[in-house]
């Protein structure tokens, strides 16, 4: 085969599965590369569910705690179908007998919140805030779209080290080593935009469901003061600078919701918090998983 029809073919197999695979986003509307079904974001959630579970010292050991987190989940979830086209999954929010900081989403509805992320907030509207980001998370297809990304690009690596090989071409070998180390750069960018779309669409949610949007901020304050200042560049991380994410979540208050920024009649749940969340957490033994 000559080098031009060598070329030709690399472009054809290159652009096929992007192609092929895009598709409309029901919560934002746009278009986006996604090679998996909402039923295999389903399949995936539900197999990997108990995994994760299981690595972070299993549910905490509080029934208040759990259900009270479910309940303020719900509304979320009821936010969420508000959107022109729902994103119908089985939604389970999971509370993590960890003393790791965090929260996080897999696919196909299922919510995870540490009990050390629980034990630095202090309001339901924080809650309703990273929850409603989570949320955000499943509802923008977050994890269908990385997926399809790193299916992608491991398809064009893998092809053009082929034909470098079989043709013996070191400009096509160099094209596979950049493939890779600029697919990992194109991941960790995506991973950026997927976390200030899900902070915009946490922000909808929350707001929808009668919260104050301040909650979110919080939140971020919160992690801020977690970092200690030893934040790496924003370029090489998988999350925005926590100030960039403040400043653009207060700009969309403003821009979308001027009415909200006083937070009157808003719902804030301080003593409920306190109730459910606090209290309850004083009254359990040390969390079973530790970083």
């Keep these: 085969m000559s080098r031009k029809w060598s070329w030709l073919w690399i472009v054809v ?7 092929a695979g ?7 509307g746009r278009s986006q590369f996604i090679m998996i079904s909402r039923d295999q974001e389903v399949r995936l959630g539900a197999e990997a569910r108990d995994e994760f579970v299981a690595g972070y010292g299993g549910e905490i050991q509080s029934a208040q705690i759990r259900n009270y987190v479910r309940d303020v989940g719900a509304k979320i979830v009821e936010a969420t179908r508000l959107d022109p086209e729902p994103w119908d999954v089985p939604w389970e929010f999971i509370v993590l007998d960890s003393a790791t900081v965090n929260a996080f989403a897999i696919p ?30 499943v509802t923008g ?11 992608a690009i491991a ?45 915009q669409l946490g922000l909808r949610y929350m707001t929808r469901a009668g919260y ?4 979110l901020i919080e ?37 979308q919701h001027p009415e909200l920024i006083n937070g ?11 109730q459910n969340v606090l209290a309850p957490l004083r009254a359990l033994p040390p969390p079973r998983h530790r970083p």
């Design 264 to 274: 009157q009649g808003l719902i804030v749940g301080r003593d409920r918090f306190q």
């Design 155 to 199: 398809g064009v690596v893998t092809m053009i080290g082929v034909f470098g090989e079989l043709q013996d071409s070191d400009v096509l070998r160099g094209i596979g080593v950049g493939a890779q180390v600029g697919g990992t750069v194109f991941a960790l960018s995506f991973s950026r935009s997927h976390e200030l779309e899900a902070d």
């Design 219 to 255: 939140v971020f304050e919160i992690l801020k003061s977690l970092q200690g200042g030893a934040a790496g560049p924003e370029w090489l991380s998988t999350h925005p600078t926590t100030d960039r994410r403040i400043a653009e979540t207060r700009a969309l208050i403003q821009e």
């Design 141 to 151: 297809r977050h994890s269908a779209r990385i997926i399809s990304n790193q299916y």
């Design 212 to 215: 104050d949007p301040e909650g």
């Design 22 to 28: 895009c598709g409309t986003v029901p919560a934002t």
């Design 108 to 137: 196909g509805g299922k919510v995870f919140i540490t009990r050390g992320m629980l034990s630095r907030m202090n309001s339901e509207a924080q809650l309703a805030g990273i929850l409603g980001h989570e949320a955000g998370h």
């Design 13 to 19: 197999l290159a652009v096929s599965p992007w192609l």
